[in-house]
DNA sequence: TTGAAAGCGGTACCAA
DNA sequence: TTGGTACCGCTTTCAA
């Protein structure tokens, strides 16, 4: 059926040894006979088997991706990224959606192990780390995007949470606001990173941090903007009203900002909005969204670089963060100088 | 370093046919053995090496998946609904984005065959087909999603595109539009099926098809929007005026609506807007957009459920259609009535 | 410069 | 019910 070295070595009067020579570029093969063989490799369509060469070499050049959720296009754009990243130096990638659930997590990363990915780059979910364990003892490289685990020193590569906190808090306050609210996510790491941002930029600028001004909201899945409305219609309540209010992202900040609306507040007049991830088309709703950018196509890329690295060391090099940097997007939302 | 049946077998003094046996559930085993396998293989942490199985099996139980741009949500659901179905039945999906560009694509088509996937779904930019023959001639499956090729009779789950222009088109109609426009795509199996409806509309209404009101347009990529935006100003200088337009696709209509506001009409009053693909976020633009649903879930389902019926199938059985059935999302943009 | 032999970690077939 | 042996398609080592 498929042509096999062994039919490229009869049909040259070759040995097999040659062929896989020619292939992989030895030195000790004369011109004449790499000519020949790659000729015939072409006329026949040749395609070396990759799982057998992984079988015996022990390395399938394939790496994992394992993301919460890949519609969000967050994840997706990463997931590109890093692909084309991996691409360029042999590597496919199989990707797997983890729904949100920690269990199908777990079971997918078992079963990229079962398929010997070289590595494994990981969004994970998951609180505990508990998983990440197990790639610790079987030695299998992974890299962490996006989310941290808590107490566990592993290689990361996200945006930095606290420089998110700060610029966006810090870009509310540049536009007058003096009363800033902040919907934070749910108990990961980004959450609590811009939080303490939030909070340091509330501090430089004297202001203090009020209790009522920060609310909780689930932040993940198709109910976000749900959320985000909940919680932003429980911040309206607060006396005195806050003026501004950053959100963990951008689908909260959606939720947020028909909330204010249907309330009868102006926008940015009365509250600037301003949220997280500069989604695809915020510049294209009722009130475009600002936002912080995280750019994702840079987190994938250094991802990668990571990954690579990892795989191509003799030894376990030391863990190693890579942070990107965000940056603020401003749009109407928070334009509360007419500028 | 990591464990094999051999070291399960020397360990238990079983054979490693034994230990194979235990793990396909093979009936010829002692229940007494086999509970004793099961349970060292759980305190060892066994997984089989799929690499292995694989090479001596010729299957992997892995699916490929091309699409044109994962970060296109249309592709991401597709892809995430697909990998669901397919890991029901035990089998890995490998995602590779084209980036659409057909020397990748094809590409990334040879990369998944020498990785041995059972079989492909291909959402394919490519025109000709000519990589779809040596799918043929290699004998391995594989399932069109979204597009077609022209003079191919192949495997493919898609939306009733005729459907969607007849939908649209009448859509507009029944909202009071006599002077329906239409931008078109690129000259893919869609934006010729979607024309055809609604050319089919105009004619079930008595209305006729106008040259000047069909503009075509680059749907795809970052610059979607701009083109839209273009191609509409074009339109507009059409007289008498168009008073609504059917979108090959949202993004094109984003960029429509845009270019509406600017010359000062007035949607839905004095120009209907309707797109395609019922994106993310279309509910909260600034005129939220009507459009037409493709169901991208259930053509992920189906194409899962296609392209598995395929790997077990003895024979190649004749090439199937699924056609999923769209639905019209009436929004704001196209809404006249004042319902 | 070329190739014979021994595996990589599993599965299939058939004998014990 | 259990296991010996050959083999999947390729790479590695070492001898010719």
Redesign the pocket.
């Known amino acids: 059926m498929t042509v096999?070295?062994?039919d490229l070595a009869k049909d040259l009067?070759?040995?097999?040894?040659?062929i896989?020579?020619v292939?992989?570029n030895h030195?000790?093969?004369?011109e004449k006979?790499r000519e020949r063989v790659l000729q015939r490799m072409r006329e026949l369509n040749f395609r070396?088997?990759l799982t057998?060469?992984a079988?015996?070499?022990?390395r399938t050049s394939m790496m994992g991706l394992i993301v919460p959720d890949l519609v969000h296009p967050f994840f997706g754009q990463i997931a590109k990224s890093l692909a084309r990243t991996l691409r360029k130096k042999g590597y496919g990638l199989v990707i797997s959606s983890a729904e949100e659930d920690i269990a199908l997590e777990r079971h997918e990363i078992e079963h990229l192990i079962a398929r010997r990915v070289d590595a494994l780059v990981i969004a994970s979910g998951e609180e505990s780390g508990e998983m990440l364990a197990v790639l610790e003892q079987q030695k299998i490289p992974y890299v962490l995007v996006d989310r941290q685990v808590a107490g566990l020193q592993a290689n990361f590569v996200g945006v930095d949470d606290r420089e998110v906190g700060l610029l966006a808090t810090q870009h509310l306050i540049q536009q007058g606001c003096r009363r800033v609210a902040h919907l934070r996510g749910p108990e990961t790491s980004p959450a609590r990173g811009r939080i303490q941002g939030y909070g340091q930029a509330l501090q430089r600028h004297g202001l203090t941090m009020r209790d009522a001004y920060v609310v909780a909201a689930r932040s993940s899945g198709d109910r976000a903007e749900e959320c985000g409305f909940e919680a932003m219609q429980k911040l309206l309540q607060s006396r005195p009203r806050p003026d501004g209010v950053f959100c963990f992202n951008d689908p909260l900040a959606v939720g947020a900002l028909k909330a204010a609306q249907e309330a009868g507040l102006e926008v940015p007049r009365d509250l600037a909005v301003i949220g997280c991830g500069n989604m695809l088309y915020a510049d294209m709703l009722r009130i475009p969204l600002s936002s912080i950018d995280q750019d994702t196509g840079s987190i994938g890329e250094n991802a990668g670089k990571l990954v690579l690295s990892l795989v191509e060391a003799a030894a376990p090099p030391k863990p190693r963060s890579v942070l990107v940097t965000p940056r603020v997007v401003e749009r109407m939302s928070s334009n509360r100088l007419g500028r």
């Open positions: 096999r070295m062994k009067n070759l040995s097999v040894v040659t896989s020579k292939l992989r030195s000790d093969i004369s006979t070396p088997n057998a060469r079988l015996v070499t022990g």
